[in-house]
């Protein structure tokens, strides 16, 4: 298609170390890709860890980033960096709350603590769905289905929470927003849950509910949003494209064998990563016809890591010339 930059294969570079082996998470990998600089991983959360966090370290391990402990004992469901124009937090999810901190992990900036009953029911309570929105909030998902909304000051501590979107009635898988400016019509913010249900919304001082795609029974575990186009990966293996603006469907792929745990997007050239059980990672590339408007994707790479559950894949610059990889039980980040 034009416009479309052409692809070079990618080729398996080095490892990074983990302290501990990473959990059966769904998007268990964050990479922030600072200008100028090497990036910096988040990811492996396995167990009780808050595990590799920081840039590569000589000799192929990844150093830990120094994350003050949470006011209370959690185990990780998700890590993400969350890039805002006026700064860079890095967000933790637990069964617990929120954690937010300062880019190098150095300060806690905010907690936000979730009601756990005195007797839980037989569904457990966390958070996960972590995602920068509408260029000063910051959007977290919840197990009872309700994304809470954090206004983020452009320094500081003075987090509040601004919103609480109640569309989804089972919990939150994950959440997508917008780089940059959104198309007409589109939403720039994306939920997903464990029965498939995504929802689009215009983001402001007030969230819109912009429509609702129902789900088919079948988990959407990530999503992600491009020019417009909402794409999401399902526990059926699927992926499928779709409208941001009409939430109309326009491609659906039989990407996977098993369960996908993983989708990234590169912003500069609508490059499409996926991850899943079934131990591959392909890259795709998704493009617009400018004559008949159409969405089209093409197949252009695909990594086997052998014997391994992949739950984490990353691209780790915004062109998508580089990706790295988690796997379950795995003990350290794969580079290509």
């Not at 990479?31 to 100028?36: E, G, N, R, T």
């Not at 905010?110 to 457990?124: I, Y």
């Not at 198309?183 to 249900?197: F, K, M, N, P, Q």
Request: net charge negative; proline share 8%; aromatic share 8%.
């Amino acid at each position: 298609p034009l416009g479309v930059p052409p692809l070079r294969p990618y080729r398996r570079e080095r490892s990074l170390a983990l302290r501990s082996s990473s959990s059966a998470l769904y998007n268990n990998l964050a990479v922030l890709c600072p200008p100028a600089r090497r990036p910096a991983f988040g990811g492996g959360l396995g167990g009780l860890q808050q595990e590799g966090f920081g840039a590569p370290a000589p000799g192929g391990s990844c150093g830990v980033l120094p994350v003050p402990p949470a006011p209370a004992p959690l185990r990780p469901s998700q890590a993400a960096w969350c890039e805002l124009p006026s700064r860079v937090l890095l967000v933790l999810t637990s069964q617990r709350g929120v954690q937010m901190y300062e880019s190098d992990g150095s300060t806690m900036v905010f907690w936000h603590a979730l009601h756990v009953p005195e007797h839980p029911a037989a569904h457990p309570v966390f958070a996960r769905g972590i995602a920068a929105a509408g260029g000063r909030f910051i959007c977290v998902g919840t197990s009872s289905g309700a994304v809470l909304v954090f206004d983020i000051p452009p320094k500081g501590t003075n987090v509040t929470l601004s919103e609480i979107l109640e569309q989804h009635r089972d919990p939150i898988t994950d959440i997508a927003a917008e780089q940059g400016q959104a198309l007409d019509g589109a939403g720039d913010l994306v939920t997903a849950d464990d029965s498939g249900t995504l929802c689009l919304w215009s983001t402001g001082e007030e969230f819109t509910l912009l429509g609702k795609i129902p789900g088919s029974g079948c988990t959407c575990s990530s999503v992600r949003l491009w020019n417009g186009i909402v794409a999401a990966g399902y526990g059926n293996g699927q992926i499928r494209l779709w409208e941001a603006g009409s939430g109309r469907i326009r491609a659906q792929v039989s990407a996977h064998a098993r369960w996908i745990y993983a989708l990234d997007l590169a912003p500069l050239t609508g490059k499409l990563l996926s991850g899943a059980e079934d131990s591959f990672v392909h890259v795709w590339q998704l493009s617009k016809d400018p004559d008949t408007d159409g969405i089209e994707i093409q197949h252009c790479h695909a990594e086997c890591v052998t014997d391994t559950q992949v739950c984490g894949a990353r691209f780790c610059d915004p062109a998508g010339d580089t990706f790295a990889v988690t796997g379950y039980d795995l003990s350290e980040i794969i580079c290509y």
